[in-house]
């Protein structure tokens, strides 16, 4: 069975400074890898989608990598501001495609001004 | 677009009561699907559905029913709510053979049962 596990569960962060949050997974057979970003009393966003052949994607200062035969995959944040405050989940998607996500429990980021 | 809209955003049932959370999408996407979320447990998928009339438990469906009469509505009904049923409830949807791309999600609704 998929385990998803991100790791810290919580982080907090003076503004500025670069960081990684981090996400694995028991099972390398994944068909894609999301970062969604929640925030409090609010739906998901989809931040970045890495597709299983892929090794890394990036939107503006966020930067997500995959390595499947390990199991891992890290969310870099460079530059923090307060904005990026929020709660950030990871989940997979397994290789029969069937559009079901496995979640992580997520890593709540405070960035402080 | 209005992408993905849940109704109630708040709800609050007695132990026993039935409801039902509406979940509609209007990009034409055939497949939708139920969340869960839970303290400290990430969220768990419900039922998920691939298209009108077409409907299959994901990995905690007990407690839960489900019905697909239209592209849009995958309404979710709990029968008999009980304490172990406080949750948020989150509702997803992607275009139909596009599992490559990102799911939506609607805001959620936020349930408690007393």
């Known amino acids: 069975k998929q385990e998803v596990t991100q790791i810290p569960a919580a982080l907090s962060v003076p503004e500025g400074e670069n960081l990684v949050l981090n996400c694995s997974f028991t099972?390398?057979?994944?068909?894609?890898l999301q970062w969604f970003r929640q925030d409090p009393g609010k739906g998901l966003t989809s931040l970045l989608l890495?597709?299983?052949?892929?090794r890394e994607q990036t939107s503006g200062r966020l930067n997500a990598s995959l390595d499947k035969s390990s199991g891992r995959s890290t969310l870099y944040i460079a530059a923090s501001q307060p904005g990026d405050s929020a709660t950030y989940l990871c989940?997979?998607?397994?290789?029969?495609?069937?559009?079901?996500?496995?979640f992580g429990q997520g890593t709540t980021l405070q960035v402080k001004p | 677009n209005a992408g993905v809209t849940q109704t109630p955003k708040f709800q609050v049932l007695k132990t026993g009561q039935s409801m039902t959370l509406q979940c509609a999408q209007d990009?034409?996407?055939?497949?939708m699907s139920w969340y869960r979320q839970d303290p400290g447990m990430g969220l768990r998928l419900i039922h998920y559905?691939?298209?009108?009339?077409?409907?299959d438990q994901g990995e905690v469906p007990n407690g839960y029913n489900v019905s697909r009469s239209t592209t849009e509505d995958f309404p979710l009904r709990l029968l008999s709510a009980a304490p172990s049923q406080t949750s948020v409830y989150f509702c997803?949807?992607?275009?139909?053979?596009?599992?490559?791309?990102?799911?939506?999600f609607g805001p959620g609704t936020r349930l408690t049962v007393l």
């Open positions: 989940a997979v998607t397994g290789s029969s495609n069937t559009g079901k996500l496995i």
């Open positions: 099972d390398s057979a994944i068909y894609n």
């Open positions: 890495i597709q299983s052949s892929q």
């Open positions: 990009m034409n996407h055939e497949y």
């Open positions: 559905s691939v298209g009108a009339g077409i409907t």
């Open positions: 997803a949807s992607i275009p139909t053979g596009h599992y490559t791309d990102t799911q939506y």
